[in-house]
């Protein structure tokens, strides 16, 4: 498909209304715009990029995006880029936002060329009469792939957190092992956990070691050597410099001070 089509649905549902499906392959939404309603788009071939409240995502072949109503948003092509869309509101469509997780900011989720066919076959068939149910049929087909793949990403971010709180005390515990034991590339867990927790897996497992070094300094125990052992860390020095990175002050500190307030609790 060559040409650019503009399909409009005049059938009003109050559950979900898809006002537009469209196919695009030119810059006519390259301009800034605020989006009239929320947006479910997919990228079917190409590369371009999208600014979403002014923030620039690359975006090729198997993207989808989705536009919160209010967002100032535009769609740059490059070379033979195309892409569909849905336009949608009524009183369900908050709750399809919140199930793909953009209720709170639009944003861009990749990877998902597996529903580019049907999207298309519901587009191809689409005509005056079965707008509503083919716009419909692609905008719910699209959320339940995504809310599946979300929940699944969750179930997996949920499973690295109770791994890292069963095993950071071995200091030569990290990604690797996750991968061997839930069967995952370790590429992929390092992406989904950074997406769903918004920060990185070494950071997560650092903040983990912190606290608990700082719960045994806590508990009365002073040797910085062995707190750093007992929290998964081999060199005492590296463990100090973390420390103090992490809690703005050092482990000799942090047991002077820890040691002060039990004085003066006693008193």
């Known amino acids: 498909m060559k040409d650019n089509v503009c399909r409009f649905n005049e059938s009003i549902s109050n559950a979900v209304n898809c006002t537009q499906f469209i196919y695009e392959t030119s810059d006519i939404q390259s301009s800034p715009i605020k989006a009239a309603s929320h947006i479910l788009g997919i990228i079917l071939q190409g590369n371009g990029s999208i600014t979403l409240d002014g923030v620039v995502c690359d975006v090729c072949a ?26 949608f509101s009524g009183f369900r469509a908050d709750e399809l936002m919140e199930r793909m997780d953009a209720h709170r900011r639009s944003r ?38 995504l809310s599946e793949k979300q929940k699944k990403q969750n179930d997996i971010s949920g499973r690295i957190k109770k791994l890292v709180n069963d095993s950071f005390s071995n200091h030569r515990f990290g990604l690797v092992d996750i991968a061997r034991e839930l069967g995952y590339e370790k590429k992929y867990l390092s992406a989904v956990f950074k997406m769903q927790c918004g920060i990185t897996f070494t950071e997560y497992l650092r903040s983990v070691r912190i606290k608990h070094a700082a719960f045994l300094f806590e508990e009365g125990i002073e040797s910085v050597k062995s707190v750093a052992l007992l929290s998964g860390f081999s060199d005492a020095l590296y463990f100090s410099k973390v420390f103090k990175a992490e809690t703005g002050i050092s482990p000799t500190d942090y047991i002077k001070r820890n040691s002060k307030g039990q004085g003066e609790q006693v008193d």
């Open 62 to 87: 198997g993207d989808i995006y989705v536009i919160k109503k209010g967002c100032v948003f535009s769609i740059k092509l490059d070379g033979d880029m195309a892409y569909s869309y849905v336009s």
């Open 108 to 145: 861009v989720f990749k990877n998902h060329g597996d529903i580019i066919d049907y999207w298309m076959s519901c587009f191809y068939k689409s005509e005056d009469g079965n707008l509503d149910l083919f716009s419909e049929a692609a905008l719910l087909f699209t959320v339940a792939n």
